[in-house]
């Protein structure tokens, strides 16, 4: 049943929310802060992967040769099939379709060496707005569970502790598994957090919205070849 949910942000706003399940007991949370994160981890998602599809892609002049080189061959084989009668003129076409190859291979070796430069670029780039979101959000949680709340509405799988970072923690790291147990990446963003168990740090947010926007692109890829 979908019902209405009110919680406190750190600015102390009441905010109404609908949603389809049990109560959070959040004991702050940044909406501003989460919204500016997941819009700038989609769009530099998503001009990471156009940048990709762009350095795929073959230029006009490939194209053309790669159409050219197809007729050759066509031709080629034709020659080919009158058999000596037409031996000179099939030596010439081998040889065009020769020149033709070397010229197609120039094309891809010139595209692996630029789309080596940029996909080097593009790691530096990427590294360094992860640096750049990590040194800025460095100790800050952009969301953070209430322990006290949490045991009280018996959200903490029944636990007998008068911690409440202890039933804050049970609490989220269900909510979170299996993402709590793995990956160096959880761990790399909670560094500086108080309470690391149960908050949320801003590469996390930074990196799901990467992560949503790259697998809806790859979806999107996958159906316009079919």
Not at 156 to 175: C, I, P, R, T, Y
């Amino acid at each position: 049943l979908t019902y209405l949910h009110t919680f406190t942000t750190t600015h102390n706003h009441s905010i109404t929310m609908i949603i389809p399940h049990s109560e959070i007991p959040l004991s702050s949370i940044r909406p501003t802060d989460i919204f500016l994160l997941l819009t700038l981890g989609s769009i530099t998602e998503l001009i990471h992967r156009l940048i990709t599809h762009k350095m795929k892609t073959q230029s006009s002049g490939e194209r053309a040769l790669r159409e050219q080189l197809r007729l050759l061959r066509f031709q080629t084989n034709k020659k080919r099939a009158l058999g000596a009668s037409a031996f000179v003129e099939t030596s010439k076409l081998e040889r065009i379709v020769l020149a033709k190859e070397k010229e197609l291979s120039g094309y891809a070796e010139i595209r692996a060496k630029n789309n080596k430069k940029v996909e080097k670029v593009m790691k530096y780039v990427m590294n360094g707005l992860n640096l750049l979101v990590f040194f800025v959000y460095y100790g800050i949680p952009l969301l953070e569970i209430d322990g006290l709340k949490a045991s009280e509405l018996g959200l903490s799988n029944g636990l007998q502790s008068d911690d409440h970072a202890e039933h804050a923690a049970v609490f989220w790291k269900g909510v979170m598994f299996p993402l709590s147990s793995v990956g160096i990446g959880m761990k790399i963003s909670k560094i500086g957090l108080v309470n690391k168990a149960s908050s949320v740090g801003a590469l996390i947010v930074y990196w799901s919205a990467q992560v949503l926007v790259g697998k809806v692109y790859e979806c999107l890829e996958a159906l316009s070849f079919r």
